[in-house]
């Protein structure tokens, strides 16, 4: 019997690099500088860390080239209530506008955003730079609050309004903010930025009561007591959201759960200002909700099955 010789395949340059795993499901690799053009910049490049876009960055706002995702709980500010005022009561049936002046939240952000105020995602309606130093005032030329959209100049100062609906208000704390109180801002996550808490909507689930404030060492633990339909999605060690800020449940009771705050955490948000009889806006994980209800379906239909 003859045996025909084995074919010999003679590789190009450009694919030198091909191996037998390269024929997997991966990608093939690109050469390196088709891999550079589609790398982050703050990508790692030979096992080297490079420290992602700093809070001013545009890749944490949304924008026609960034897709966004969700929110952290990663406090980027505590920003300053300018007013609560409902001279909109007419047309909104109800709600109220909210101003808050901020500096590092402000930058980037463009009319119709969203940025997370006290864990409440809320929409961008007016943007207003103002000076460094000004009175916490709106203000008087309405006009050019209603134009002004293009975001803040990096490093400066902007007031940013956003309207509460009468839902946002009756499910929310943010009805008893006043002027001169902090809030903790949030902008929305790029999808392609780094993801330091968990996944946080900015859809508050409902209000909890702080009952008390116990020191522990140079930490602070808080208590809450929350209404108990809500209470299922709480488990001690797992995430919360508390006024936008990602926090790890201490320990869970009938009535309540408790979490703490560290020193640096105490500093950089406005949470730590509260003390017991205060309220805060509470999200809970909405893994465990996805859960509870793709079970529940699966029974519905394991039951209808029996008849």
């Known amino acids: 019997m003859a045996f025909l010789p084995?074919?010999?395949?003679?590789?190009?340059?450009?694919?030198?690099h091909l191996s037998a795993s390269s024929f997997s499901r991966r990608a093939l690799p690109l050469p390196a500088a088709a891999a550079a053009a589609r790398r982050p910049r703050w990508a790692p490049r030979?096992?080297?860390?490079?420290?992602?876009?700093?809070?001013?960055?545009?890749?944490?706002?949304?924008?026609?080239?960034?897709?966004?995702?969700?929110?952290?709980?990663?406090v980027e500010e505590v920003g300053t209530v300018v007013s609560l005022t409902n001279a909109d009561i007419a047309t909104?049936?109800?709600?109220?506008t909210l101003v808050v002046r901020a500096r590092t939240a402000a930058q980037g952000v463009a009319l119709g955003d969203s940025v997370a105020v006290n864990g409440v995602c809320l929409t961008a309606t007016a943007i207003v730079p103002v000076a460094d130093g000004a009175?916490?005032?709106?203000?008087?030329?309405?006009?050019?609050?209603?134009?002004?959209g293009a975001g803040a100049a990096a490093?400066?100062?902007?007031?940013?309004?956003?309207?509460?609906?009468?839902?946002?208000?009756r499910c929310t704390s943010l009805g008893d903010l006043a002027a001169g109180g902090g809030v903790n801002l949030e902008r929305s996550l790029a999808a392609d930025g780094r993801f330091g808490g968990h996944v946080v909507q900015g859809h508050v689930d409902g209000t909890g009561t702080i009952t008390a404030v116990t020191p522990d060492a140079?930490?602070?633990?808080?208590?809450?007591?929350?209404?108990?339909?809500?209470m299922k999605y709480i488990v001690r060690k797992g995430y919360v959201a508390i006024d936008g800020t990602s926090l790890t449940v201490v320990d869970v009771t009938d009535e309540g759960f408790t979490f703490m705050m560290i020193p640096y955490t105490q500093e950089h948000v406005a949470l730590a200002a509260k003390r017991a009889g205060e309220r805060v806006n509470v999200e809970v994980d909405i893994t465990g909700k996805y859960i509870e209800k793709i079970v529940a379906e699966r029974?519905?239909?394991?039951?209808a099955a029996k008849v």
């Open 46 to 74: 030979h096992g080297r860390a490079v420290p992602p876009p700093p809070p001013s960055s545009p890749y944490r706002r949304s924008s026609p080239h960034v897709p966004t995702a969700v929110f952290t709980g990663i």
């Open 135 to 148: 009175p916490a005032s709106l203000s008087d030329d309405a006009d050019s609050a209603v134009s002004a």
């Open 299 to 303: 029974l519905a239909e394991a039951e």
């Open 6 to 16: 084995a074919p010999i395949f003679v590789a190009s340059p450009a694919a030198t």
């Open 92 to 96: 909104s049936g109800g709600g109220c």
């Open 218 to 230: 140079d930490a602070l633990t808080y208590t809450v007591a929350m209404e108990r339909r809500l």
């Open 155 to 169: 490093g400066s100062v902007a007031d940013l309004s956003f309207g509460l609906a009468a839902e946002t208000l």
